[in-house]
T-cell receptor, first 114, second 116 residues
């Protein structure tokens, strides 16, 4: 079945540091890939997505490239801010057939200190 | 403003009681979903609905029930049969791509249920 593995946290960085959160996946079909962000006490917000190999999703300075050869979708940001402190979830949706299910990783807690 | 609303934000329940969580969306989305989130874990799918008057079990449907009488609404009932109901519950919705699955899911703010 489908699965998503993301690096375990917590990750603690200083403001303006470079961020990488690793995400790899296993899928039987041709998935779309997503990064969601969850701020404390809130629901999930879509951060970025990519629907096919070599696509790059980007938003608010965050980027992730869909790498089919390494089955990866790593999240990066060049200079993090305190306001980026949150839990980040990698997810996939298998596009084979009429699939509605999102498969999530366990989440990575990011804390950015001033 | 379009969006997904969930109520209440916090809910307390005594053991043995059923409780219903509300989810409403005004995005005109066809598909709606319920997820459960536990600390340190990803989200797990409870139920989803592709269309009014139809719904499907997800990975952890036992002890839960849903209805979809209106396109905008997808309430979740946590029954007394759910052995460990304390969790954060998230509702989501998406456009249905008509046989090609669903488009991107958008989430509500969540309801935190605590069993006393």
């Amino acid at each position: 079945g489908d699965s998503v593995t993301q690096m375990e946290g917590p990750v603690t960085l200083s403001e303006e540091a470079f961020l990488t959160i690793n995400c790899t996946y296993t899928a039987t079909g041709y998935p779309s890939l997503f990064w969601y962000v969850q701020y404390p006490g809130e629901g999930l917000q879509l951060l970025l997505k990519a629907t096919k190999a070599d696509d790059k999703g980007s938003n608010k300075g965050f980027e992730a490239t869909y790498r089919k050869e390494t089955t990866s979708f790593h999240l990066e940001k060049g200079s993090v801010q305190v306001s980026d402190s949150a839990v980040y979830f990698c997810a996939l949706k298998d596009n084979g057939g009429s699939n509605y299910k999102l498969t999530f990783g366990k989440g990575t807690l990011l804390t950015v200190n001033p | 403003d379009g969006g997904i609303t969930q109520s209440p934000k916090y809910l307390f329940r005594k053991e043995g009681q059923n409780v219903t969580l509300s989810c409403e969306q005004n995005l005109n989305h066809d598909a709606m979903y319920w997820y459960r989130q536990d600390p340190g874990q990803g989200l797990r799918l409870i139920y989803y609905s592709q269309i009014v008057n139809d719904f499907q079990k997800g990975d952890i449907a036992e002890g839960y029930s849903v209805s979809r009488e209106k396109k905008e609404s997808f309430p979740l009932t946590v029954t007394s049969a759910q052995k460990n109901p304390t969790a954060f519950y998230l509702c989501a919705s998406s456009i249905d791509k008509g046989g090609r699955g669903a488009d991107t899911q958008y989430f509500g703010p969540g309801t935190r249920l605590t069993v006393l």
